[in-house]
């Protein structure tokens, strides 16, 4: 007979049919809506299934079985609509160039595990030197988080606030 004494041993592989594979594909994407096709390609070779991740988003995408993207959360800290003034940037082209010459300032928050802080900073724009920094938990406060005098922040006469205190409104020396 000629043949080689594996082809009497040879016990082909039993593989599964694609109809079973298709309607546990079906079965996970229904239990788990946002998996994708790596997380199904790990769930069913968790359950013993031996198969690529290529055929699971070949299935996945002839079948419209993508899955359902999350929704993003986050906390709006901004509200631009309102009715107060804005007053316009008024150093577009001032390049500092001695300290004290030009102050910035800026007022940002950081999340905890509790809650949101916030970080009001006051900067020299020259040596980006922070003159004034404080953290506070709220900005509704009835005194503002420092006092900002013209002699409190600055030690000449010439400084010049521009209200409010807001990232865009610096403090300018003219």
Known sequence: MNLPR??????PKHKPSDEA???RIADICLEFPRYGYRR????????GWIINHK???RIMRENNWSCVPRKKRWIVTTNSNHGLSIYPNLITDLTPITVNQLWVADITYIRTLRCFVYLAVILDAFSKK???VRLVKTL????RPWR???GHLLQTPRARLHPPFRP???VCLW
């Open 6 to 11: 594996r082809t009497y041993y040879y016990k």
């Open 21 to 23: 594979l298709v309607d």
């Open 40 to 47: 199904v390609t790990e769930q069913l070779q968790r359950e």
């Open 55 to 57: 055929k699971i988003a």
């Open 130 to 132: 922070g003159d004034r």
């Open 140 to 143: 509704r406060h009835k005194a």
């Open 148 to 150: 900002i005098t013209h």
């Open 168 to 170: 865009w409104c610096p």
